[in-house]
């Protein structure tokens, strides 16, 4: 059975290679061990021990808290507001969505967001 922390690590991992446009191949490849193992991690179905944790965060220029930001009741009734944010960030779609916006130079970037903020106002 997957453990819940698991699955909330899993997610976090391919929360990261998503953003920085990263295959499983890719990351298996830095990592040392192959992509089927990275979809095991991923998934939750394979619990990561904390030296591998160490070699994905490394790999993938993040910290090793990264990947348990949120577990602090962030998805349980209470706290709605976060767990649909985490939900959001696991789309794809939405993902891409931020790594196209940060592509944007800052002025423009400024713009398109105020742009954003009048339309969601309006609707």
């Known amino acids: 059975m997957k453990h819940p922390i698991d699955v909330h690590v899993g997610k976090r ?7 920085l446009g990263m295959t499983q191949q890719q990351l298996g490849e830095r990592v040392g061990i192959k992509f089927q193992q990275i979809q095991k ?13 160490w070699d994905i965060a490394q790999a993938m220029d993040t910290s090793i ?3 348990f930001e949120g577990i602090d009741g962030a998805e349980t009734a209470e ?18 969505l931020v790594r196209s916006y940060n592509a944007i130079p800052e002025e423009q970037r400024r ?13």
Not at 13 to 19: A, C, G, Y
Request: glycine share 4%.
């Open 65 to 67: 808290s990264f990947y």
């Open 41 to 53: 991690y991923e998934t939750g179905m394979n619990r990561i021990s904390a030296s591998r944790l």
């Open 79 to 96: 706290h709605p507001a976060a767990a649909q944010l985490g939900d959001l960030m696991v789309d794809r779609e939405a993902i891409e």
């Open 111 to 123: 713009r398109l967001f105020d742009l954003a903020r009048v339309l969601s106002a309006a609707a």
């Open 13 to 19: 991992v391919r929360h990261r290679r998503w953003m």
